[in-house]
């Protein structure tokens, strides 16, 4: 019997899910954002003392939306943030230079609340890329995180059909180094 008016409960939420959105006029449609403004960097360890280190850089982000008529949409994001900036004078003649930089590769599912204002959550991976200059040669590495999650909260104003311009606050979590990027954009996006 339980288990019969679980059922019956999701069958009465699902229809009247559906019935709200119906009268909704909005059509099926791709679109295609970008998006650049503030971000700064949480780290969970600072070892550098704090003058050397800078942590505010600008960040872009580029989305690819599935927006069907319903509520939820589903798309594809990427980007380019800078993580940190360190540099150094180790004596007269040696100076180290230090640079972090991050690619996100998010699968993002998107819902919209109200009109215009939307909130996301996106699991992915992400691309670390390191390079420190000094002495010797350039060091370069790479470094793959698995396990990271992106959390956004948008508004986007429609100009007309096609175009849309807006502003997201995101609060990105990575999981290989336990450390946090929050981004405030300005965002422009064309429906397809």
């Not at 229809?15 to 909005?26: A, K, L, M, W």
Request: net charge positive.
């Amino acid at each position: 019997m339980k288990k019969i008016t679980v059922i019956i409960l999701f069958c009465l939420l699902a229809c009247f899910n559906v019935r709200s959105q119906e009268g909704n006029s909005r059509v099926t449609h791709f679109s295609l954002a970008i998006g650049a403004g503030w971000s700064h960097y949480f780290a969970n360890m600072d070892l550098v003392p704090a003058r050397n280190v800078h942590k505010e850089f600008i960040g872009t982000s580029f989305q690819f939306m599935w927006e069907p008529e319903y509520r939820l949409s589903l798309g594809l994001e990427t980007g380019l943030y800078r993580i940190f900036k360190v540099d150094s004078v180790l004596t007269k003649e040696y100076t180290m230079d230090s640079r972090m930089y991050m690619i996100p590769l998010l699968l993002v599912i998107r819902m919209r609340i109200v009109d215009h204002f939307y909130l996301s959550v996106a699991p992915g991976l992400a691309i670390q890329l390191l390079q420190i200059r000094g002495i010797g040669e350039t060091i370069s590495s790479t470094q793959y995180s698995f396990a990271n999650f992106e959390a956004c909260a948008s508004y986007l104003y429609p100009l007309s059909k096609r175009f849309v311009v807006g502003g997201e606050a995101r609060f990105f979590y990575i999981g290989a180094t336990n450390d946090n990027i929050m981004s405030l954009n300005a965002v422009f996006a064309l429906r397809l």
